[in-house]
């Protein structure tokens, strides 16, 4: 008996859950004059769905925290805020569609949402033809600057470029030759261009790369290249994807490149949420590099992994992409009451400058509508989490970097209407 | 010499995991004509029972018997796979011979209900509905014959069923209620982690191997051996080869053919669980694990040349050398010397994504003078 009413529970819970994506839901009641829904878009299915359903997660906890403190104030008037949970599926035409929807047909002043960067570039024409608005947390490949997005996610100032920095100056393997691997799209490319650029300058060497195909887990001839490349070990970057990594992991331990043999791998795409799947066994002594890491000791970092796992569940992580998820809500928020409307246009002036004191530490929203954020280096350590290594001051973002070929000496400024999207600087 | 035996080792390396993932579909696909898409799925689910004998190996009183957990996962896949392939089989393949089509859509609507299935059920209770399939499926063929061909003969199957349901969700809850990790539903990839005793590496002739590595040729090479005793030295294998030569004067002589379409699609099946279990040892174990293999898998049966288990083996290294060959860039360290467009062609293509392109394009060109294969079956066929 136990188990079928375990199973009927099930159901029921898949049946809210399908309701819950068609549907608005809110967080606590009180007494508000008003409310105002948002939307939410991210894959709650297919590939994606694991790791951006952490996303909505984070952004219903926020707007819940937002509501339960008396929700956005405008105008002198108190509005609750409500949500439309739309699923992205995965798929990069999807996104576009349903953003249609949300802005159309809901009315919806904001949307949060995206993870790949080929669901964003898929959204940009829509949100720029509507002239509305789309927030984005992911830390991606930059060379873009939209006046309809922000990006509160790293540019890779913001991350790869500390990183590289410190694998070649003080990690173990200082000095040594680096080899770059990735999955096949856009942002391992863009990425490496720029590490490939960066370590030229430094003065180090570049004695390989390769590029997995998304779906592929056959690692075995880029495990013989990296040997032959760096027979005496030597610094690894890696930005493969998602399970890639535990294939690549599982496969160069048993192949005998390990930190005790000289090669350190530093990675730009596994958080917290990743180790655990992964497993730290195979990730002990190499390293990462994030704005937020859930072992950052402040206040402000421990409240937001507790109200996770109160909200969700004592088992769960909080991560960097949760983390500017949660920010970009505030920081909507903070604008909105700035701005006193949801208008667009006055949200996105008053947006500018808006400054959070964030988990990972205050941000600040620049004028290239990307964030300024503090860049932390970390070890692996055996328990999954991060041992904090090193953490810099706050970094200005760059919407277009300075070190690849083709953006160098640009700029972006919002601010400025002679400036834009793209100037010299 | 070490460079070269580096090299071959890679080669056949990456051949047996294509060969232990074809294998199950050269018999399925190559023998009995049918193109299986949920093949990869049924991988898959050999790779999540590696996954579910690891965890339960974990318990206290299995666990001084932990290390061998890897070997009794090989089995027990071969036989999950198997019966979800004979339930496969009996429900709507068998329904389908004859119509390439409808089974290809089909069975592609079998691999997404499959994958679904994976994502949210719970393992415990997914191994619970696999145990109650085992029972309802074999324990009536266990009855004496005086019981098999009474008319009340029904009312033994259908109580057996009643008995497999009831132990199923005993298994069912027994693990739910043991192993934490199994009693909730989860999309999330998991991990299979090899023993002490197959992580590492091993010295040969100077290089350096993973026995991870090794252990999948060990487990493709039995695989091969076995099928091949099986398919030339058994009854059954005769029967087997009998009816893909000639159905209808198999059935005249008395070969029941619904019996050995049954045996065929269940051991191909089973195969693809042990394959499974070799592919769970190189990366995470997920709902989309088959559908990396799938089109690797059709590749090389149809290089190989539909119908021959010679020709799939061939097939899966030569794809598995060329990979090497191409991939890591192998003819310079060979010919340090050559010419400079030559050796800039081979930069070019000595990149994961740049090989695969390559050894697709020379299978096509390969296809366009031989359309049969390496090895094409010579007589009648079925078809004719």
């Given at each position: 008996m136990r188990i079928s009413r375990r199973i009927l529970a099930g159901l029921a819970t898949a049946s809210l859950a399908v309701t819950a994506t068609s549907c608005g839901g809110g967080?606590?009641?009180g007494s508000f004059d008003d409310t105002v829904t948002v939307g939410i878009l991210h894959s709650l299915s297919g590939t994606m769905a694991i790791s951006e359903s952490t996303l909505v997660d984070t952004e219903k906890m926020a707007i819940e925290e937002i509501n339960a403190a008396g929700g956005v104030t405008v105008g002198g008037k108190s509005y609750k805020i409500e949500y439309i949970v739309e699923d992205g599926a995965s798929d990069w035409p999807t996104f576009a569609e349903k953003s249609k929807k949300l802005i159309d047909q809901d009315g919806v002043p904001v949307v949060f949402g995206g993870w790949t960067s080929a669901s964003r570039k898929a959204m940009l024409p829509v949100y720029e033809s509507k002239d509305a608005f789309l927030y984005y947390p992911i830390q991606y490949e930059?060379?873009?600057?939209?006046?309809?997005?922000?990006?509160?996610?790293?540019?890779?100032?913001?991350?790869?470029?500390?990183?590289?920095?410190?694998?070649?100056?003080?990690?173990?393997a200082a000095g040594g030759d680096f080899f770059l691997v990735g999955s096949d799209y856009v942002f391992p490319r863009t990425s490496n261009t720029i590490t490939k650029a960066q370590v030229k300058q430094l003065g180090g060497k570049v004695v390989g790369e390769d590029y997995l195909p998304l779906g592929n887990t056959e690692v075995a001839p880029i495990i013989s290249k990296i040997k032959k490349a760096l027979p005496e070990g030597g610094i690894i970057i890696n930005t493969l994807n998602g399970d890639q990594n535990v294939a690549f992991f599982k496969q160069i331990q048993d192949a005998g490149i390990t930190p005790s043999s000289g090669y350190y791998v530093m990675n730009y795409s596994i958080a917290e949420e990743e180790i655990s799947t992964i497993g730290p066994e195979f990730l002990e002594g190499h390293y990462g590099a994030w704005n937020y890491m859930m072992s950052i000791d402040t206040p402000a970092s421990k409240k937001f992994a507790k109200s996770f796992k109160k909200r969700w569940g004592a088992d769960r992580v909080v991560a960097d992409p949760q983390e500017s998820a949660y920010n970009m809500v505030y920081l909507w928020k903070q604008a909105v009451e700035d701005?006193?409307?949801?208008?667009?246009?006055?949200?996105?002036?008053?947006?500018?400058?808006?400054?959070?004191?964030?988990?990972?530490?205050?941000?600040?929203?620049?004028?290239?509508?990307?964030?300024?954020?503090?860049?932390?280096?970390?070890?692996?350590?055996?328990?999954?989490?991060?041992?904090?290594?090193e953490e810099t001051g706050v970094v200005l973002p760059q919407a277009w970097n300075q070190k690849h070929p083709s953006s160098k000496g640009f700029a972006?400024?919002?601010?400025?209407?002679?400036k834009g999207e793209k100037y010299k600087l | 010499m070490e460079l070269l035996l580096d090299s071959l080792f890679n080669g056949v390396?990456?051949?047996?995991?294509?060969?232990?993932?074809?294998?199950?579909?050269?018999?399925?696909?190559?023998?009995?004509?049918?193109?299986?898409?949920a093949h990869g799925e049924l991988m898959m689910l050999g790779a999540y029972t590696t996954y579910v004998t690891q965890l339960i190996f974990k318990l206290p009183i299995l666990k001084p018997f932990y290390n061998s957990y890897i070997i009794v996962s090989i089995f027990l896949a071969f036989i999950v796979s198997g019966v979800v392939g004979i339930l496969l089989e009996k429900t709507i393949i068998r329904k389908?011979?004859?119509?390439?089509?409808?089974?290809?859509?089909?069975?592609?609507g079998v691999s997404l209900i499959l994958q679904q299935f994976v994502r949210s059920v719970p393992l415990a209770y997914g191994t619970g509905l696999v145990i109650s399939l085992i029972i309802g499926l074999f324990l009536?063929?266990?009855?004496?014959?005086?019981?098999?061909?009474?008319?009340?003969?029904?009312?033994?199957?259908?109580?057996?069923?009643?008995?497999?349901?009831?132990?199923?969700?005993?298994?069912?809850?027994?693990?739910?209620?043991?192993?934490?990790?199994?009693?909730?539903?989860?999309?999330?990839?998991?991990?299979?982690?090899?023993?002490?005793?197959?992580?590492?590496?091993?010295?040969?002739l100077g290089t350096a191997f993973p026995k991870t590595r090794l252990m999948i040729i060990v487990i493709t090479l039995i695989s091969v051996i076995a099928i091949t005793l099986f398919l030339n030295q058994s009854a059954w294998g005769m029967r087997i080869r009998a009816v893909t030569q000639n159905r209808q004067m198999s059935d005249c002589l008395g070969i029941s053919t619904e019996k050995v379409d049954i045996i065929t699609f269940g051991i191909g099946s089973g195969l693809a669980g042990v394959a499974g279990v070799a592919v769970s040892l190189l990366g995470s174990v997920g709902p989309n694990v088959g559908g990396n293999y799938i089109v690797g898998c059709?590749?090389?049966?149809?290089?190989?040349?539909?119908?021959?288990?010679?020709?799939?083996?061939?097939?899966?290294?030569?794809?598995?050398?060329?990979?090497?060959?191409?991939?890591?860039?192998?003819?310079?360290?060979?010919?340090?010397?050559?010419?400079?467009?030559?050796?800039?062609?081979?930069?070019?293509?000595a990149t994961t994504s740049m090989a695969r392109v390559m050894i697709f394009a020379l299978i096509v060109i390969f296809l366009q003078f031989k359309p049969t294969g390496l090895f094409p079956q010579k007589g009648r066929m079925v078809e004719n």
């Open positions: 967080g606590t009641s930059a060379q873009e600057c939209s006046n309809n997005i922000f990006y509160t996610g790293a540019t890779p100032n913001q991350q790869s470029e500390p990183a590289t920095d410190f694998m070649y100056k003080r990690s173990p701005a006193g409307t949801f208008d667009d246009n006055a949200v996105r002036e008053a947006l500018v400058g808006q400054k959070f004191d964030a988990p990972q530490g205050p941000v600040e929203v620049m004028p290239n509508h990307h964030l300024s954020q503090t860049v932390r280096i970390g070890e692996i350590n055996a328990e999954g989490g991060f041992t904090i290594l972006c400024d919002w601010t400025d209407p002679s | 390396a990456i051949g047996s995991v294509l060969l232990v993932a074809a294998l199950g579909l050269a018999i399925v696909f190559g023998l009995m004509g049918v193109i299986n898409l389908l011979y004859g119509s390439p089509l409808e089974t290809l859509l089909a069975t592609w009536p063929t266990t009855f004496p014959p005086k019981i098999k061909e009474s008319i009340n003969f029904k009312y033994f199957k259908f109580s057996s069923w009643i008995l497999a349901a009831l132990s199923g969700v005993l298994t069912g809850s027994v693990i739910s209620s043991t192993v934490s990790k199994l009693s909730r539903a989860s999309a999330r990839n998991v991990d299979v982690t090899a023993p002490s005793w197959m992580r590492g590496q091993v010295e040969i059709f590749m090389v049966v149809v290089l190989g040349g539909v119908g021959n288990l010679l020709g799939t083996v061939l097939a899966s290294f030569g794809i598995g050398i060329m990979t090497d060959l191409i991939g890591a860039g192998r003819l310079l360290s060979i010919w340090p010397d050559m010419p400079l467009p030559l050796s800039n062609t081979i930069n070019f293509f």
